[in-house]
Nanobody, 123 residues
Framework: QVQLVESGGGLVQAGGSLRLSCAASGGTFSIYAMGWFRQAPGKERELVAAISGNGGMTDYTDSVKGRFTISRDNAKKTVSLQMNSLKPEDTAVYYC????????????????WGQGTQVTVSS
């Protein structure tokens, strides 16, 4: 059973930066793709960024390209999301999740989820 714990959320002004981290326990972390999702009030959960098991492939939703960077440290079993130039529309609860069993590619299905961390960007 994989458990995920996110941290690093908080309140930041527009234009600022935050770094989210997700620590995994259980399972063989390096063979699974990972993803960061977010859900704003009244909106559906959306995939923000994804990374392959070996970290060599990454994907981003268009609205965060050039501002967010996903990375992972397989030795420490962590996946991070560096968020720069934050905008009020980035306000949401952010979740990390375990994706497909794939060392080289990103993608789901996403079966294990963390509890989420709140990111609030003020204007």
């Amino acid at each position: 059973q994989v458990q995920l714990v996110e941290s690093g959320g908080g309140l930041v002004q527009a234009g600022g930066s935050l770094r989210l981290s997700c620590a995994a326990s259980g399972g063989t972390f390096s063979i699974y793709a990972m993803g960061w999702f977010r859900q704003a009030p009244g909106k559906e959960r959306e995939l923000v960024a994804a990374i392959s098991g070996n970290g060599g492939m990454t994907d981003y939703t268009d609205s965060v390209k050039g501002r967010f960077t996903i990375s992972r440290d397989n030795a420490k079993k962590t996946v991070s999301l560096q968020m720069n130039s934050l905008k009020p529309e980035d306000t949401a609860v952010y979740y990390c999740a375990v994706g497909r069993r794939d060392y080289y590619y990103t993608g789901g299905p996403y079966n294990y989820w963390g509890q989420g961390t709140q990111v609030t960007v003020s204007s």
